[in-house]
């Protein structure tokens, strides 16, 4: 009997997305395949949020041991047998491990590091061969249907053949100005470069936890924070920082929220829609799923259990009442009054364990979202799109509170402030340094106001299907820009009479709405021109998928994502 020949598995890329995928694969009790992970990096697990390109020694997590699936081991079991010079130098004891609390992302990322490296024994104890190419870029992927592989070409012009591909290469930021205009930043990261000492105002773009990110790092190289007799954290500029500043700029002005205590760590909740449940509604509605369905399913009628009261306050609105009211209650407060609030509702969250739960339940209802997005019309993802997920991006931010504590002080120091810009703001490049940043104020009028330094930090950009790293899977067709269809075409052409460039009309009379990135299936498998999927190629990178994965939450998207992936493959 000829024996069967062994399955040749490829990830591209060594993070957090890849470590999840290798171990589903190491767990999958199958034995006829090898892999090799290329990594651009020289280390595995850390991916850019947890090693030098995304973090500092003085960045955290916003997940704590608790939240995060357990690898081989959990954190708390692997720092009893961490470097002590690591555990030293984060001030971080495994006799007295608290489970609930946030951790220095390098940190964080050395145990990433050391789960894969527990990983490959298992793996080699299976006798799955791994194949591990460090500092290994991958130039381009071109698909063989002929021969049903898929050729991985690295950029010395080795090319290696597979029979399946994973591509798991996460962030992106690309460079537009960087490089040419002096004091202008395309990201935070790496957070080296912009520990800067300045004596002048800097200019940050967003409120998210990027703009946290750049914030922790300026604030140590211009002063530092230190605690009064009360135990109270203030900041103090340096003699040669007077005059520095930060100032963000958000389009609605406001905050994101405070770190809680979580009733499930894992963000799921058994009462949300099954797979099923989004099959037989498409079959009622047309093949489409609404988003009215989604939000009444996954979010409203979960309260008429778990908060009567809150249920009554919300059971009459939809998306658009819904998150009116609740941008209603965040304007009335002035920014960092709310912070201060929010802080303290945080605080006694945590120490009676006690949820926040309607935040709590909107973070759940945002990760839901993912698998129904597909579906959406193009009318439902607009709606989405404008309302929902602007105040989903504030509430489910989860901003640590040490990192509060920190934001508190720099204001009350006058060193840090926010501004609303709205929608419709300008960066224009200066001629000679910097920016001068463009917005209408509150009171309607048009301000402009130069900076000498200028960092971008609205997070990881959602990039279009031509922003794509493997370039013969576009001039081959391989993969398809993704798009919505419109259910009202009336709506569609007043879309198009409006300047909206991303409302096409195919040759068929139908109306659609591109959305970042490229077209996936619901295993995560790239689809051609033709529509039809390809069987060897996935991709779970989270910058070319945002068109159809509104919300992708860090581990909890490399979790759900690797195990749709592996189960397709097996």
Same mark, same amino acid.
């Given at each position: ?248 700029? @958000?389009?609605?002005?406001?905050? +994101? #929220?405070?770190? $809680?205590?979580? /009733? =499930? ?6 009462? !949300? ?92 209802? @945002?990760?839901?979202?993912?698998? +129904? #997005?597909?579906? $959406?019309?193009? /009318? =439902? ?6 309302? !929902? ?105 007043? /879309? ?75």
């Amino acid at each position: 009997m000829k024996k069967k020949a062994k399955k040749h598995i490829a990830i591209l890329g060594g993070g957090p997305s890849g470590l999840f995928i290798y171990k589903r694969l190491v767990e999958a009790n199958l034995h006829n395949f090898e892999v090799t992970i290329f990594e651009r990096k020289n280390q595995l697990g850390v991916g850019m949020p947890y090693s030098k390109e995304g973090a500092s020694d003085e960045h955290i997590t916003n997940v704590s041991d608790n939240e995060v699936p357990d690898f081989v081991n959990s954190i708390e079991e692997w720092s009893k047998t961490a470097p002590k010079a690591l555990l030293d130098k984060y001030k971080i004891n495994p006799e007295n491990f608290n489970e609930y609390k946030v951790l220095p992302r390098l940190f964080f990322g050395a145990y990433l590091q050391a789960q894969f490296e527990l990983l490959t024994t298992k793996a080699e104890e299976k006798g799955i061969k791994t194949d591990i190419r460090l500092n290994c870029k991958v130039e381009d992927l071109i698909y063989k249907k002929a021969l049903n592989k898929v050729w991985v070409k690295i950029e010395n012009q080795s090319v290696f053949k597979f029979d399946e591909v994973i591509i798991a290469t996460g962030h992106n930021w690309p460079h537009l100005h960087e490089d040419k205009v002096s004091g202008y930043f395309d990201s935070p990261y790496p957070p080296a470069k912009i520990a800067l000492k300045l004596n002048h105002p800097v200019a940050i773009k967003g409120s998210s936890l990027t703009a946290i990110d750049a914030i922790r790092t300026l604030s140590r190289k211009n002063g530092t924070f230190q605690k009064d007799n009360s135990g109270k954290l203030f900041y103090k500029l340096n003699r040669d920082s007077t005059e520095f500043k930060m100032v963000m700029h @958000s389009r609605n002005g406001m905050l +994101p #929220a405070v770190r $809680f205590h979580l /009733e =499930d760590s894992h963000l799921k909740n058994d009462s !949300l829609l099954t797979i099923e449940d989004f099959a037989k509604h498409r079959a009622e509605n047309n093949g489409f799923i609404s988003l009215d369905f989604v939000f009444e399913k996954d979010f409203k009628e979960i309260f008429k259990e778990k908060d009567p009261s809150f249920y009554k306050q919300i059971k009459d609105l939809d998306v658009e009442g819904f998150v009116d009211a609740m941008m209603g209650l965040r304007e009335k407060l002035e920014p960092f009054q709310l912070l201060k609030a929010e802080y303290a509702q945080a605080q006694k969250s945590i120490k009676y364990k006690e949820s926040v739960y309607w935040k709590e339940m909107l973070a759940i209802l @945002s990760f839901s979202m993912n698998y +129904p #997005a597909k579906y $959406f019309s193009a /009318e =439902d993802m607009m709606r989405l799109q404008k309302k !929902l997920m602007p105040l989903i991006s504030i509430v489910i931010a989860f901003v640590p509170q040490s990192s509060c504590e920190e934001l508190i002080a720099l204001n009350e120091a006058g060193v840090l402030e926010i501004v609303s810009v709205g929608n419709d703001s300008e960066i224009e490049i200066a001629d000679e340094i910097g920016i001068i940043y463009h917005y209408t104020n509150e009171d309607n009028e048009e301000i402009a106001i130069p900076f000498k330094t200028f960092i971008d930090c609205v997070g990881q950009p959602h990039l279009n299907y031509d922003k794509f790293p493997f370039k013969s899977l576009i001039s081959n067709h391989e993969i398809t820009p993704a798009r919505l269809k419109f259910k009202d075409k009336k709506l569609a052409e007043q /879309e198009i009479s409006n300047q909206n460039e991303n409302v096409e009309q195919d040759n068929d009379g139908e109306f659609y709405l591109r959305v970042p990135g490229i077209t996936i299936n619901d295993d995560f498998q790239i689809v051609n021109r033709e529509g039809k999927v390809n069987p060897h190629i996935f991709i779970m990178a989270v910058p070319y998928i945002g068109g159809f994965n509104p919300d992708y939450s860090g581990i909890d998207f490399c979790e759900e994502a690797s195990k749709r992936i592996i189960a397709k493959m097996i």
